[in-house]
Antibody, heavy 119, light 111 residues
Framework: QVHLEESGGGLVKPGGSLRISCAASGFTFTDYYMNWIRQAPGKGLEWVSFISTTSSYIHYADSVKGRFTISRDNGENSLYLQMSSLRAEDTAIYYC????????????WGQGTLVTVSS | QSALTQPRSVSGSPGQSVTISCTGTSSDVGTYNYVSWYQQHPGQAPKLMIYDVTKRPSGVPDRFSGSKSGNTASLTISGLQTEDEADYYCCSYAGSYTNWVFGGGTQLTVL
């Protein structure tokens, strides 16, 4: 059974940095692209970034480009999002999700981790 | 402001049908048959309900169906059940630069 578990969220000051993680189990991690999607409090969903199976293809939303870095460790079945120069508008629940490719649907989602950017 | 436009709320009685619309542009919904729909209950992660406009993942009841006409996609839920009460988000592929765009979400109330 597919299981995705995010961790590492918390309170960080504007301009600060944070790394969040997603531990995957129950499926062949290397068969899937991995994505980060976020949801600001009381708001809709926003796709943030994806990484291909071998990390050769990475893409970011304009809103985070140059500030966020996605990575994965296939040996550890883990996905990461390094966030820097954080802004109040980055406050959101961050979900990791699988997909079979860059334009394939987001099949499975974790429960999310809350990142709060506030002084 | 979300890239795709959905009604903020819809409602229906058990057993009835409801349709949720999702309006985009010729850069997303109108060009690509990669529209998906996600169901989100309060405090839970989104769940894929429809993909590639009309396809249902294994385990999703056939009461859920999707369609598309021009720049507008639709999700229809027939035979409404109380457990269908949730937020629903549409999503469309929008090309290799933008990738995915979402709607603002529709709150479904089963009266």
């Amino acid at each position: 059974q597919v299981h995705l578990e995010e961790s590492g969220g918390g309170l960080v000051k504007p301009g600060g940095s944070l790394r969040i993680s997603c531990a995957a189990s129950g499926f062949t991690f290397t068969d899937y692209y991995m994505n980060w999607i976020r949801q600001a409090p009381g708001k809709g969903l926003e796709w943030v970034s994806f990484i291909s199976t071998t990390s050769s293809y990475i893409h970011y939303a304009d809103s985070v480009k140059g500030r966020f870095t996605i990575s994965r460790d296939n040996g550890e079945n883990s996905l990461y999002l390094q966030m820097s120069s954080l802004r109040a508008e980055d406050t959101a629940i961050y979900y990791c999700a699988t997909s079979r490719g860059s334009y394939r649907p987001l099949d499975y989602w974790g429960q999310g981790t809350l990142v709060t950017v506030s002084s | 402001q979300s890239a795709l436009t959905q009604p903020r709320s819809v409602s229906g009685s058990p057993g009835q049908s409801v349709t949720i619309s999702c309006t985009g542009t010729s850069s997303d919904v109108g060009t690509y048959n990669y529209v998906s729909w996600y169901q989100q209950h309060p405090g839970q992660a989104p769940k894929l309900m429809i993909y590639d406009v009309t396809k249902r993942p294994s385990g999703v009841p056939d009461r859920f169906s999707g369609s598309k006409s021009g720049n507008t996609a639709s999700l229809t839920i027939s035979g409404l059940q109380t457990e269908d009460e949730a937020d629903y988000y549409c999503c469309s592929y929008a090309g290799s630069y933008t990738n995915w765009v979402f709607g603002g979400g529709t709150q479904l109330t089963v009266l």
